[in-house]
């Protein structure tokens, strides 16, 4: 990932938050997803009424990426209007675990511009997977 990707990575999960649909918290939150061939898929949360069904935006970006068809993925931007680095939760942490190799660098940010690049292992050590359920 070269900066001129991350910066077009950081643009597109920005432009996202424009895009989430947040009646109830007023938070947004944005996504952007580079598959290895630099494909990317971009994602904002969605709420709901009934508060349980709400999709982040980090799944929003996954979901979108891997219906249509991609498994292989490289580098993921998460922002959102916090102080600091947006902080994933962990139903998004699982999922990133489920499709994301634990190496793989995931760049969480805001829009000041803070950074904090994590990896997904860093971020759920210990992810339940696939093994596990033998
Ligand atoms: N949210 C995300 O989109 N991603 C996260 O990792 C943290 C939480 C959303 C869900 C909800 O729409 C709002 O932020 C407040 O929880």
Request: glycine share 8%; with cysteine; hydrophobic share 35%.
């Amino acid at each position: 990932m070269n900066d001129k990707q991350t910066s077009e990575l950081i643009e597109q999960a920005t432009n996202m938050l424009d895009r989430a649909y947040v009646p109830y918290s007023k938070f947004p939150v944005g996504a952007a997803l580079a598959t290895k061939e630099g494909k990317i898929y971009s994602g904002c949360n969605i709420e709901n009424a009934s508060f349980g069904l709400t999709n982040c935006a980090e799944r929003t970006a996954i979901f979108k990426a891997v219906s249509e068809g991609e498994s292989s993925f490289d580098y993921l931007v998460v922002t959102g209007d916090t102080d600091g680095p947006i902080s994933p939760c962990g139903a998004c942490r699982q999922v990133m675990a489920e499709f994301f190799s634990p190496g793989m660098k995931v760049l969480l940010t805001n829009r000041k511009g803070l950074k904090k690049e994590i990896t997904v292992e860093e971020l759920l050590p210990g992810a339940f997977q696939s093994k596990d359920m033998v």
